[in-house]
């Protein structure tokens, strides 16, 4: 069974940052995409980061230039460095890991930002 588990959410002040892990184990097909996402109360979900195996990654405008994706394939574990974090990016984060067949998620981590 494959088990997502994130890591590294927590309060943090206005301006600081924090580094997301998602570190994925059990028997699957090979990981393409690695993503972040983030559902802010009473929001829909949105896409945050995303690295493909190759390395290339993708922001919205909204966290480019704050946020870096990154992944060490030998590990299954996908990471989110934010920094300069606003009080609009608290929300609970998501990872998403696409194989050919199937996506799987991990069950989130709380981030608050503080002003």
């Known amino acids: 069974q494959v088990q997502l588990v994130e890591s590294g959410g927590g309060l943090v002040q206005s301006g600081g940052s924090l580094r997301l892990s998602c570190a994925a184990s059990g028997s699957m097909f090979a990981i393409n995409v690695m993503r972040w996402y983030r559902q802010p109360p009473g929001q829909e979900r949105e896409l945050v980061a995303a690295?493909?195996?190759?390395?290339?990654?993708n922001y919205p405008d909204s966290v480019k230039g704050r946020f870096t994706i990154s992944r060490d394939n030998a590990k299954n574990t996908v990471y989110l460095q934010m920094d300069s974090l606003k009080p609009e990016d608290t929300a609970v984060y998501y990872c998403?890991?696409?194989?050919?067949?199937?996506?799987?998620w991990g069950k989130g981590t709380l981030v608050t930002v503080s002003s």
């Open positions: 998403n890991v696409n194989t050919v067949y199937v996506d799987y």
């Open positions: 690295i493909t195996s190759g390395g290339i990654t």
